[in-house]
Nanobody, 121 residues
């Protein structure tokens, strides 16, 4: 069993900042990738950023230069620092991870419950 605790969402004015956190716990052997997706009302879920164990990082074009993803492997935690927020960043943000559980050989993808980010004046 794998569980996520997400935090840091909320309401912020345009130009403001928020920091999201996601802690993974449970019967975890290896976390290969941790990242964030988001889904705005009426739109498909889209990748925001991901961070692999060997420090390969990728961002969606729409957030490059404004968002920064980081990981603390010892704490099974991924962060998303969001600066210069825009109204179009409003969405539910989901933590995502590719994890191999203890006593298994195949990794699987897991999702957090989501945290709401609203950018509005």
């Amino acid at each position: 069993q794998v569980r996520f605790v997400e935090s840091g969402g909320g309401l912020v004015q345009p130009g403001g900042s928020l920091r999201l956190s996601c802690v993974a716990s449970g019967s975890i052997s290896t976390i290969y990738v941790m990242g964030w997706y988001r889904q705005a009302p009426g739109k498909q879920r889209e990748l925001v950023a991901y961070h692999t164990t060997d420090y390969s990082i990728n961002y969606a074009d729409s957030v490059k230069g404004r968002f920064t993803i980081s990981r603390d492997n010892a704490k099974n935690t991924v962060y998303l620092q969001m600066n210069s927020l825009k109204p179009e960043d409003t969405a539910v943000y989901y933590c995502n991870a590719v994890i191999r559980k203890i006593a298994t050989t195949t990794p699987s993808t897991y999702w957090g419950q989501g945290t709401q980010v609203t950018v509005s004046s």
